[in-house]
T-cell receptor, first 114, second 114 residues
Framework: DTGVSQDPRHKITKRGQNVTFRCDPISEHNRLYWYRQTLGQGPEFLTYFQNEAQLEKSRLLSDRFSAERPKGSFSTLEIQRTEQGDSAMYLC????????????FGPGTRLTVT | AQKVTQAQTEISVVEKEDVTLDCVYETRDTTYYLFWYKQPPSGELVFLIRRNSFDEQNEISGRYSWNFQKSTSSFNFTITASQVVDSAVYFCALRGDSNYQLIWGAGTKLIIKP
């Protein structure tokens, strides 16, 4: 049984560069979520997919952020023109169909923008 | 609006003591789901429990127990006979039936001293 995996685990980039993160959910889960977590805070919701459809986006997801889940399996989160304020842990989670189902989280990708 | 409040920022106890982590929530949804997650120093969020709004039964799992009270909008978490391995940040989260995202509290950092 494999859990949610994320790649890379750490990313250091210079301000202005683009970065892309990947998330592979638990195989039978059709729902996938992206969150952002900064030090000392709870996760903040970014976006949600059901299969390949992006059904919900937070206002935190500015124009520089884009997420895809092309075949309803893995997902990518891209940040363009990174800013120092983007430094955070980016978490991916997946769950099964019904709304109350618990979300299982990956280990996260820690982004540092210098 | 939905909100989760974890008023205790940090709790420190000596091993074997019992400790209760408080969680108070706000939601207008009549159906909602409450969760507790553990985030150890390694960083990965670990699901502990889900409680549905229509099920007010309290739950016990080993040394862990949860007290759900709709009348006070609280979902408190008790660890009995705490152990050093329980040291972590614990998050309470809420999902209303009107959306898919989890709303998180700020977390309570629990320190168990040997």
């Amino acid at each position: 049984d494999t859990g949610v995996s994320q790649d890379p685990r750490h990313k250091i980039t210079k301000r202005g560069q683009n970065v892309t993160f990947r998330c592979d959910p638990i195989s039978e889960h059709n729902r996938l979520y992206w969150y952002r977590q900064t030090l000392g805070q709870g996760p903040e919701f970014l976006t949600y997919f059901q299969n390949e459809a992006q059904l919900e986006k937070s206002r935190l997801l500015s124009d520089r952020f884009s997420a895809e889940r092309p075949k309803g399996s893995f997902s990518t989160l891209e940040i363009q023109r990174t800013e120092q304020g983007d430094s955070a842990m980016y978490l991916c989670a997946s769950s099964q169909t019904w709304k109350g189902d618990e979300q299982y989280f990956g280990p996260g990708t820690r982004l540092t923008v210098t | 609006a939905q909100k989760v409040t974890q008023a205790q920022t940090e709790i420190s106890v000596v091993e074997k003591e019992d400790v209760t982590l408080d969680c108070v929530y706000e939601t207008r949804d009549t159906t909602y789901y409450l969760f507790w997650y553990k985030q150890p120093p390694s960083g990965e969020l670990v699901f502990l429990i889900r409680r549905n709004s229509f099920d007010e039964q309290n739950e016990i799992s080993g040394r862990y127990s949860w007290n759900f009270q709709k009348s006070t909008s609280s979902f408190n978490f008790t660890i009995t006979a705490s152990q050093v391995v329980d040291s972590a940040v614990y998050f309470c989260a809420l999902r209303g039936d009107s959306n898919y995202q989890l709303i998180w509290g700020a977390g309570t950092k629990l320190i168990i001293k040997p």
